[in-house]
């Protein structure tokens, strides 16, 4: 079998090889899955994206559009904007998903309990200070929100 090419798919497969866990520079960081569909390509992607888990439900999270820090937001945040729901794999589970930005006042806090979790992320909001806020979505399971 070949070796994935990308970072990416380098951890979408060991994710999927040690049930959601990773090592490297994601060693210990919640991450998902995201499946998404690209708006002008129609071609399916699976992201790895780090999450913090919405508070009193198993059946949501959160997930954050840094793009490492770039200028630009990633596209797989316009992709889920645009299509309103998708997949998720959390762990060893696979389920769908509604897709909701977050904006102003709670969009800023739950950043900065991001930051408060992972420290790395003050740093991308430095990086884009000026140039753009970093999008927080919520990704609540279908069928439970």
């Known amino acids: 079998m070949a070796e994935p090419a990308t ?3 380098r951890v979408v497969a060991e994710f999927r090889a040690n049930g959601g866990r990773v090592g490297g520079r994601f060693a210990g960081m919640p991450l998902v899955l995201l499946h998404h569909v690209g708006r002008t390509s129609g071609r399916e ?3 790895p994206a780090a999450y913090l888990p919405v ?4 059946d949501a999270v959160y997930v954050f559009a840094t ?3 770039a200028a630009e937001d990633p ?3 316009a992709n889920l904007l645009a299509a309103g729901t998708t997949r998720i794999e959390r762990g060893t589970e696979t ?3 509604t897709v909701r930005e977050l904006t102003g006042d709670e969009r800023d806090a739950v950043y900065a309990e991001q930051v408060r979790r992972s ?3 003050a740093e991308y909001e430095r990086m884009t200070a000026g140039v753009r806020v970093i999008p ?3 990704l609540v399971r279908a069928g439970t929100g």
């Open 119 to 121: 420290p790395g992320f």
């Open 95 to 97: 389920f769908p998903v």
């Open 136 to 138: 927080v979505l919520e």
């Open 55 to 58: 508070a009193g439900t198993e």
């Open 45 to 47: 992607f699976v992201t």
């Open 75 to 77: 596209g797989w945040y």
């Open 7 to 9: 970072l990416n798919e």
């Open 67 to 69: 793009n490492g820090g």
